[in-house]
C-alpha cells in the first residue's frame, strides 16, 4: 500500500493548519511502517523496552481514542483498545497482537477523530480532561497530539533505520 503523505501548508487558518499538522504526522508513522513485514514491525528497539514500530501503532489507537473519544467527545467509560484500566503502556506489547487489527484499529480511531474534531464549532471548545482533572481547549489537544506524533515519530525514525537502514522519510 502506498502512503501519500501531504505536506501541511505554510499559510492557512488555525483551524486547517492544526488539522494539516496532525495528519501529517499521522501520515509519517504509517510511512515508517509502510513495506515492513510482522516480523520487522516487532522488532523491539533495546532491552528491556517494549518499544516496536507496531508498538507505536497500537499506542497511537489508545492516545487517538483516549483524546477525540473519552475527552473531547465526553465517552468518559469509553474502555481503551488493548487495556480496560487506561494502562497506555499495554498497547506496546505485541507478542500476540495482530498487524492488520493494530493497523484498523489505529486507523478507525483516527477517522472518528477527524469526525470528532470537525463536529466542534470552534478550537475555543473546553472540555474536562479527567485523568488529571484540568479543563483544556480542543486547541490544546490538537497541539498536544501533534506533540504526541512529532515525539513517537522521532521514536520511529530510529527504530525503521536500525530495522533496514531506511532514513529520511
Given at each position: 500500500m502506498t502512503v501519500?503523505?501531504?505536506p501541511p501548508p505554510t499559510i492557512a487558518d488555525e483551524r486547517r493548519m492544526l488539522r494539516c499538522h496532525l495528519d501529517f504526522h499521522r501520515q509519517t508513522l504509517e510511512l515508517k511502517c509502510a513495506g515492513l513485514s510482522d516480523v520487522q514491525l516487532r522488532i523491539r528497539s533495546v532491552a528491556p523496552s517494549t518499544l516496536s514500530l507496531l508498538g507505536l501503532v497500537r499506542h497511537m489507537a489508545e492516545v487517538e481514542r483516549a483524546w477525540f473519544r473519552r475527552v473531547v467527545g465526553a465517552?468518559?467509560?469509553?474502555?481503551?483498545?488493548?487495556?480496560?484500566?487506561?494502562?497506555?503502556?499495554?498497547?506496546?506489547?505485541?507478542?500476540?497482537?495482530?498487524?492488520?487489527?493494530?493497523?484498523?484499529?489505529?486507523?478507525?480511531?483516527?477517522?472518528?477523530?477527524?469526525?470528532?474534531?470537525?463536529?466542534?464549532?470552534?478550537?475555543?471548545?473546553?472540555?474536562?480532561?479527567?485523568?488529571?482533572?484540568?479543563?483544556?481547549?480542543?486547541?490544546?489537544?490538537?497541539?498536544?497530539?501533534?506533540?504526541?506524533?512529532?515525539?513517537?515519530?522521532?521514536?520511529?525514525?530510529?527504530?525503521?533505520?536500525?530495522?533496514?537502514?531506511?532514513?529520511?522519510?
Open positions: 501519500e503523505r501531504i465517552e468518559h467509560d469509553l474502555p481503551l483498545v488493548w487495556s480496560e484500566n487506561v494502562d497506555f503502556q499495554a498497547a506496546y506489547e505485541t507478542k500476540d497482537a495482530k498487524v492488520s487489527e493494530a493497523f484498523a484499529a489505529w486507523r478507525a480511531e483516527v477517522e472518528h477523530a477527524r469526525r470528532v474534531e470537525r463536529a466542534a464549532d470552534s478550537l475555543e471548545l473546553v472540555v474536562r480532561e479527567h485523568r488529571r482533572g484540568v479543563d483544556v481547549s480542543l486547541r490544546w489537544v490538537m497541539l498536544h497530539m501533534i506533540h504526541e506524533y512529532a515525539r513517537h515519530n522521532g521514536h520511529a525514525d530510529f527504530l525503521r533505520e536500525c530495522i533496514d537502514g531506511t532514513t529520511g522519510v
